[in-house]
């Protein structure tokens, strides 16, 4: 294990020297027309030595704005003053990018094949090089996903509480929430944690689509734990700096009939018990079933299709921990992304400022 900061840095048979930017292509199963399949991933190693961290994306083949969050990173100009090192894999899942899929070929949820065998699925192979490149070569990780398929999420951050040192990773993510959500049987989290290796998932808007607030939410985000952890220079904090809201479990509402969904609320919403989220409803109007949030909260999901099966999951509801001024909180966030220094203040120019090498 190379997990002394000191110790050289091989991956996929590449050595990194200090000082230098180099993208390794790790072999994995060949396509069946006999083209070869890589995993590309781009290491920055600074001169300095310093925390290795590894940023994944599209573990999930259809969530891709952990992709382009990634492709902006690597073009931010403060990496030159890199401390330690930076490992960066935008696609994880190379088939389910390819097919825009959130699986494998073979039809396994990578992020429920970790930490895999060298002779096992697809999946298991594949989650086991990752393990074996990635993982056993940081001392951090990242790994950014977004909502399913006509689901979005409001940005937030996922973490074990009882993991203090990646409870510390999300503290310094600053994202608008941070939600305990348990270790799940064959994650990438579980795996990680398992080998001592502090780690956050940031969760942020929806599948096959750019959200742009999603992005500079998770760029801003990657970028504060760089700091925190030493491997870019600390900035003044600012005191505008506003404190996530802490969400201890979530409950999801769900249809209670099939039919056509008039929804009342979005993402960021501050609901109260009772409250009517949506009515269900058919195309000829003849009954209207309110759905209610069930606990107080934040909604964190929620669908975006109109179109619900009875017993679909609508509303995923976080439950805070303290009854804080929660619409406020999220408020003060929104503003703060608009003068984040970290950020420019639109798209065109977040491309002019971010060109790619
Ligand atoms: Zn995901």
Not at 164 to 176: H, I, N
Not at 252 to 261: E, I, Q, V
Not at 274 to 280: K, M
Not at 342 to 353: F, T
Request: charged share 25%; net charge neutral.
């Amino acid at each position: 294990m190379a997990r002394d900061s000191r110790a050289p840095l091989v991956i996929g048979g590449s050595t990194i020297q200090r000082g230098s930017r180099e993208t390794v292509h790790l072999p994995v199963a060949p396509m069946y027309t006999a083209m070869e399949m890589t995993m590309p991933v781009h290491v920055i190693r600074g001169k300095k030595d310093g925390p290795r961290l590894f940023v994944s994306a599209a573990i999930h083949g259809d969530e891709i704005n952990g992709v382009e969050i990634i492709r902006r990173l690597l073009a931010r100009p403060e990496l030159s003053r890199l401390r330690g090192t930076l490992i960066a894999v935008p696609v994880v899942n190379v088939y389910g990018y390819t097919a825009r899929s959130r699986y494998l070929p073979d039809r396994r949820d990578l992020n429920r094949s970790f930490p895999g065998s060298q002779t096992g699925s697809m999946a298991s192979r594949l989650a086991d090089t990752f393990m074996q490149e990635i993982v056993e070569n940081a001392t951090h990780g990242i790994d950014l996903h977004t909502g399913a398929v006509h689901r979005t999420n409001l940005p937030h951050v996922r973490v074990c509480f009882s993991q203090k040192e990646s409870l510390e990773l999300a503290q310094a993510f600053r994202v608008p929430l941070i939600m305990h959500s348990d270790l799940r049987d064959g994650s990438l989290r579980q795996a990680v944690v398992e080998t001592d290796v502090p780690m956050l998932l940031y969760e942020a808007g929806e599948a096959l689509r750019f959200d742009e607030q999603a992005i500079r939410v998770g760029l801003r985000g990657v970028l504060n734990v760089m700091r925190t952890i030493g491997m870019l220079p600390a900035r003044r904090a600012s005191r505008k700096q506003v404190q996530p809201l802490i969400a201890k479990s979530s409950r999801w509402m769900r249809a209670p009939d099939s039919g056509t969904l008039v929804s009342m609320c979005s993402v960021g919403d501050v609901v109260s018990e009772g409250q009517v989220l949506a009515l269900v409803t058919d195309p000829l109007g003849r009954e209207e079933i309110p759905i209610k949030a069930r606990t107080a909260g934040v909604i964190v999901g929620a669908t975006v299709l109109p179109l619900v099966y009875e017993g679909e999951a609508l509303f995923n509801v976080a439950e805070l921990e303290t009854n804080r001024d929660a619409v406020g909180a999220l408020e003060r966030f929104e503003s703060n992304l608009g003068v984040d220094p970290d950020l420019p203040p639109s798209l065109e120019a977040a491309q002019a400022h971010d060109p790619i090498d």
